[in-house]
C-alpha cells in the first residue's frame, strides 16, 4: 500500500510518500520561516499565500523522489485540523482533488494523531502507550489506548510549551523560530548554577494533583528578567544564562507533570501491555535538555521513552500519510464532504475548561 500524505495545517507545506512497510519513500518539506521571521511568529494570511504557491511543486517533488507515478498511489491523506483553517484548506482541498481524479480513497487526518502514530511508523510502538505533544500550538498528555481513541490525561490552562519558547526567545532578541534559537544560544552559558540563582523562574502548577500545564506565568517572569536588564543592546552572555535557565525550567515543569500521568498509566494500563511507553512527540521533543529530563524520568520509572528522529518531529508529511495508512488498513475512509477544522479535539470527552486543581 502506497499512500500520499500532506501536511499544511501551519508554516510548513509538506508532502510524503509512505507505504505500509514503514518505508518513507519521499518526504518533502518546504519551510516558510523567512517569509514569517520579521514578524516574530506566524501570520495565517501569509502562510495561506505561501500554501496556495508551492503545494503543486511540494507533492510533485514528493512524487517525484519516491520515483513513482500518481497511478501507484492507493490513497491519499491529508491533515483537515486543528490549525490554521486557511491553510488546512488548501491542503484538504489538493488531497480530495487527486483522490477525486485517481478514484482512490481520501482520508482527512487530525494533525495531532499524525504526531501521536509516528511512534507507530518508526518504532511499531504497540498500544497502548502514553504521549506528551509538545509543540507550538499543542502541550498535552494522552494515551494512544488504540487507533482513534485517545484518552487526554492534561493539557495547558494558556500557552502551549513551543509558544512559550518563541515569545520568550522573541522578548530576549533572538530571532524566530524560538526554540532552536534558545537551545544553541544556552550552550554558551559558562556557569550553570550562576544563571539559575540569577534568573530564578516560577514552576506554574508543580505540585498539583492534575496532569495540566500553565505557560504564561513562565513568560511574564521572562519579560520581567528582560526588563530589568541593562538599557541598550542586549549583552549576549546575559542571554545565554536567561536561556539556560529558562530552557531548564521548562523541562522540569514537564517532567513533573508527566510524572503525575505516569502514575496514571502504569495504575490503569500496565496490565495491558508488556513494555509501557512514554512517547515524546512535536517539534519542541528536539530539545535535548527537554527529552534528557523526560528520559531520567521514564527510566526511574521502568518505563521506555521513545521520540520520532528530528526530520520527524515537527510538521511533514510522513506522519499524515501514515496515520493514513493506520486508517485504510482499518477499512476506514473518508468523503468529499469531509469538513476542515480549526479546532479538533482527540478526546471529544475531555472537558473543554481542563481542571485547575
Known amino acids: 500500500m502506497i499512500v500520499l500524505g500532506i501536511e499544511t495545517s501551519c ?43 508551492h503545494i503543486d511543486k511540494v507533492i510533485k517533488a514528493a512524487i517525484d523522489d519516491a520515483r513513482i507515478s500518481f497511478d501507484d498511489l492507493n490513497g491519499v491523506a491529508a491533515t483537515c485540523g486543528p490549525g490554521l483553517i486557511g491553510g488546512v484548506m488548501i491542503g484538504m482541498m489538493s488531497a480530495k482533488a487527486i483522490s477525486s481524479v485517481l478514484n482512490i480513497p481520501f482520508i ?76 544553541k544560544i544556552a550552550k554558551e552559558c559558562n556557569k550553570p548554577d550562576h544563571a539559575i540563582k540569577r534568573f530564578p523562574l516560577p514552576s506554574p502548577m508543580k505540585g498539583r494533583k492534575n496532569c495540566n500545564f500553565s505557560f504564561s506565568g513562565l513568560k511574564t517572569a521572562v519579560r520581567i528578567h528582560v526588563d530589568k536588564l541593562p538599557d541598550g543592546d542586549l549583552n549576549r552572555n546575559d542571554i545565554a544564562d536567561l536561556s539556560y535557565a529558562f530552557q531548564l525550567k521548562t523541562a522540569e515543569i514537564l517532567a513533573d507533570r508527566c510524572k503525575n500521568a505516569i502514575k496514571l498509566f502504569l495504575d490503569n494500563y500496565g496490565n495491558h501491555t508488556n513494555s509501557p511507553t512514554l512517547v515524546i512527540c512535536g517539534g519542541v521533543s528536539a530539545n535535548k535538555t527537554i527529552f534528557k ?21 515537527g510538521d511533514n508529511g510522513a506522519m499524515i500519510a501514515w496515520a493514513g495508512i493506520e486508517r485504510l488498513k482499518s477499512g476506514q475512509k473518508d468523503s468529499m464532504d469531509f469538513k476542515a477544522r480549526p479546532r479538533w479535539s482527540l478526546d471529544p470527552k475531555a472537558p473543554s475548561k481542563p481542571m485547575q486543581t
Not at 150 to 162: C, F, I, N, S
Not at 293 to 313: F, G, H, R, T, V
Open 108 to 183: 482527512g487526518v487530525n494533525h495531532l494523531e499524525g504526531h501521536l502514530l509516528t511512534a507507530r511508523l518508526t518504532d511499531n510502538i504497540t498500544f497502548p502507550y502514553l504521549v506528551l505533544l509538545i509543540s507550538g500550538g499543542h502541550t498535552q498528555i494522552l494515551v494512544a489506548e488504540s487507533l482513534g481513541k485517545y484518552k487526554r490525561l492534561g493539557t495547558t490552562l494558556d500557552d502551549a510549551a513551543g509558544e512559550c519558547f518563541d515569545k520568550s526567545a522573541k522578548m530576549m532578541g533572538l530571532p524566530y523560530p524560538g526554540g532552536p534559537n534558545i537551545e
Open 11 to 53: 508554516d510548513e507545506t509538506a508532502a510524503a510518500i509512505v507505504t505500509d512497510n514503514r518505508e518513507i519513500r519521499s518526504n518533502v518539506v518546504l519551510s516558510q520561516l523567512e517569509e514569517h521571521a520579521v514578524y516574530g511568529g506566524v501570520v495565517p494570511e501569509i502562510a495561506a499565500r505561501a500554501h496556495i504557491d
Open 293 to 313: 529530563k523526560l528520559e531520567d524520568l521514564a527510566l526511574n520509572n521502568k518505563m521506555q521513552i521513545c521520540a520520532p528522529p528530528l526530520y520527524l518531529s
